[in-house]
């Protein structure tokens, strides 16, 4: 049951794996989280153009063009 290992030894083994799996974490969540930002603006995106047509964006043109 004696520890022969140096003391700081196997502390630094065990900061080093928490940090390598909390890296690991931060990483899945940054990727989860990208995924979702991308999915949103894509839908943002989309519904804005979609709506753009609708709202009048584009109707001075039109008024334009039916004026001559």
Same mark, same amino acid.
Do not use: K
């Given at each position: 049951?004696?520890?022969?290992?140096?003391?700081?030894?196997?502390?630094?083994?065990?900061?080093?794996?928490?940090?390598?799996?909390?890296?690991? /974490?931060? %990483? !899945?969540? $940054? +990727?989860?989280?990208?995924?979702?930002?991308?999915?949103? /603006?894509? %839908? !943002?995106? $989309? +519904?804005?153009?979609?709506?753009?047509?609708?709202?009048?964006?584009?109707?001075?043109?039109?008024?334009?063009?039916?004026h001559g």
């Amino acid at each position: 049951m004696i520890n022969r290992t140096p003391r700081g030894g196997s502390e630094w083994q065990h900061l080093q794996n928490a940090f390598i799996y909390r890296m690991g /974490l931060a %990483v !899945i969540a $940054a +990727t989860n989280a990208g995924r979702l930002l991308v999915g949103l /603006l894509v %839908v !943002i995106g $989309a +519904t804005s153009c979609a709506t753009a047509g609708e709202d009048g964006h584009a109707s001075p043109i039109r008024s334009r063009a039916a004026h001559g």
